[in-house]
């Protein structure tokens, strides 16, 4: 039953077509459950290739930016909270084997860069960029999108109070 529901998860919820089945078990398995066998080396992985991925992204969308710019957007991207919120959208929970008394932000965080570790080994560098692409790189862009927005809504609105202000004491 729990492997039906773990290749459902991927394949329904992350549009991932699993191939080794017991390197996505072990990328939701938690130390506390296993000492042994868990996610820790697959998040070495994950956070490796997710470093790569976003540094290359950012370097190809931003031609003209310098190094300490992409350094900044980088870390936005890849700072254990975005990744914990992007977790906390898109992972089931349930799924996530632990012993600890509660699942922490941190915890799925980490999951989610083991899962890319698991997708790296699985499928290879393609699929992991399109993940990441959809899921975390997407995600961060949309919510910067809304900011933009918000800060010209509040330019052009303040901007229009100071001219009607002038014109009213006129």
Known sequence: M?????TSFYRDSLGIKTNEKDIYLMA???????NISNNERLEFLGDAVLDLIVSQQLFLKNKEANEGFLSIEKSKYVSRENLNKVAERILNKNLIKHKS????NNMLGNTLESIIGAIYIDKGMPTCEKFILKH?????????YW?????????????????????SKC
């Open 136 to 144: 975390i790189l997407h995600f961060k862009k949309e919510k910067f």
């Open 2 to 6: 729990l492997e039906k529901q773990i």
């Open 101 to 104: 008394s509660y699942l922490s």
């Open 28 to 34: 939701i398995t938690h130390k506390s459950y296993n």
């Open 147 to 167: 900011k933009k927005i918000g800060k010209i809504i509040n330019k052009f609105f303040n901007d229009k109070k100071t001219k009607v202000s002038r014109r």
